[in-house]
């Protein structure tokens, strides 16, 4: 049991590492170009709300499973500082079913964060006309995460990232299937999507 941990703890971090540099890098750039623009009100906005963010990763990384609240926390944050970034060019909406216990129920910190963020930067930020995205979390026979969004749709984005450089949306992709693989055996758990 003890190899398992240690891979999956292994996974956890180069995951976590790839996710925040890309993340950091992208909200540095908007904090520059807020100051660029001499936004001094939207830049301490913006830097506030990173740096409760960051905040967040850095205690939720100390703990390989946190509670379906923090989570949700987690990605309320997560979320604004993408819509200041892309100029409030999208609302979102978490939405709780009433059968889901967010203070008792529990699921491995920031797995639900990189299917937001392939939402809003491949489906949202292309597109010209505003859109939405929607966080629902449900139970049936098990806890189930929808991601919704009314961005450009799965061909377009494709179309979109063999046209240009952004090849961390397989790396992301990679990267979650060998965490979930290594969660499924260190807690005996039937993570998938």
């Given at each position: 049991m003890e190899v398992y941990q240690l891979l999956a703890r292994s996974v956890i971090y180069a995951f976590r590492a790839q996710l925040n540099r890309h993340f950091i890098f992208n909200s540095l750039n908007s904090i520059q170009n807020y100051i660029f623009d001499n936004q001094k009100?939207?830049?301490?906005e913006y830097l506030v709300e990173f740096a409760?963010?960051?905040?967040?990763?850095?205690?939720n990384s100390e703990q390989g499973i946190?509670?379906?609240?923090?989570?949700i926390d987690f990605l309320k944050s997560y979320v604004r500082l993408e819509q200041m970034r892309?100029?409030?060019?999208?609302?979102?909406d978490i939405i709780t079913d009433q059968e889901v216990s967010i203070s008792?129920?529990?699921i491995p910190s920031m797995l639900i964060q990189p299917f937001v963020e392939n939402a809003i930067i491949h489906g949202i930020a292309p597109k010209s006309d505003p859109s939405s995205l929607i966080i629902r979390?449900?139970?049936?026979?098990c806890l189930v995460v929808e991601i919704e969004d009314n961005g450009i749709g799965t061909k377009a984005a494709q179309q979109n990232?063999?046209?240009s450089q952004h090849h961390l949306h397989s790396f992301a992709l990679h990267?979650?299937?060998?965490?979930?693989?290594?969660?499924n055996k260190i807690y005996n758990a039937n993570i998938w999507f």
């Open positions: 009100v939207k830049a301490n409760n963010l960051i905040r967040k990763i850095l205690n946190i509670s379906i609240g923090e989570e892309l100029k409030n060019k999208f609302t979102f008792d129920k529990v979390f449900k139970q049936n026979s990232a063999e046209n990267a979650i299937h060998e965490r979930m693989n290594a969660m």
